[in-house]
């Protein structure tokens, strides 16, 4: 299938707008990265002084967990640093070591957006659900059902499916090691933390996060941006959905701008921080009127779940 209809910069923005907007900085995401790391830090001294913080503590640092994984999401696209290198070294340490797979997973999804070769299809198609249906990933989500699927599930899967020539217990090595620097990474971060005497800190205020309102927050992402965008529109401005965010759902569901959406979809060399931007030039001109655009994440959710 052909790949999904682009639009075009200069029917949008005139010369000089378009190479500000595009324009790469050689500190604005490393500052952004500083930034993320800086507010989960104070959050967990914060739940460490005060037990009592520990539920907003959970809150925000998995929101800027997610944080993490869309400042990676703008390495993907080059856009963290002007220098190749810089940009992906940054990604890969600090925000996530899963840039190289990520990466031709992901450009595959710009270029078929909603179309049956894109890969996140499967993650917009089911919708609209039932309310009840939402109510019980939600429940799996906060949970922690949904982590251990998503993060130890395909472990499981190989084994039982073996393939040809090789066994079970190879499969699993193969897996696991995938897997090592995740389980490397926070259990030398749980030793350092449990030398120091605050293990628990570890455990409430990164694990639980990434357990539970991560992945709940990323399920919300992920329906805010295609779920109910019609499969195969040839309408770039319409492939993708932008979700107005409050400065509490900035704070605790969309940081670093990832709200537009569809911004992102219609001109993906902007990186994230010029999105804002991007949109009030889009509005300026009227071109917002066509396209696809909900008011917020609650409004979103009630058309996403009905009933």
Known sequence: MAVAPRARPDEFFTAEEWSRLTARSSWKGILLVVHCWLVIGLAML?????PLLIPLAVLVVGTRQLGLFILMHDAAHAGLHSNRKINDWVANWFCSYTLGLY???????????????DPDLVLSAPFPI????????????????????????????RIRVRKEGESAVKLFCQELAKDLRFLLGNGL??????AAGWWWVWVSMWLLPMMTW??????????????LVAQNEVHPL????????NMLERILIAP????????????????????????????????????????GYLSLLKLAAPA
């Open 46 to 50: 914060a739940g460490a002084l005060w």
């Open 103 to 117: 990466r031709p997973y992901h450009l595959q999804h710009h270029r078929y957006v909603q179309q049956s070769e």
């Open 130 to 157: 039932t309310r009840a249906s939402l109510w019980r990933k939600v429940i799996r989500d906060l949970s922690g059902q949904t982590f251990v699927k998503q993060r130890f599930g395909h472990i499981a899967q």
């Open 189 to 194: 971060a749980f030793l350092l933390f449990a």
């Open 214 to 227: 991560l992945p709940l927050i990323s399920r919300i992402r992920n329906i805010a941006e295609h779920a």
């Open 238 to 245: 319409r492939q993708a959905r932008t979700t107005h965010a």
């Open 256 to 295: 670093y701008w990832v709200n537009y959406h569809c911004e992102h979809h219609m001109f993906t060399s902007l990186p994230c921080w010029s999105l804002p931007r991007a949109h009030r030039l889009l509005q300026a001109s009227g071109a917002v009127k066509d396209m696809e655009i909900q008011s």
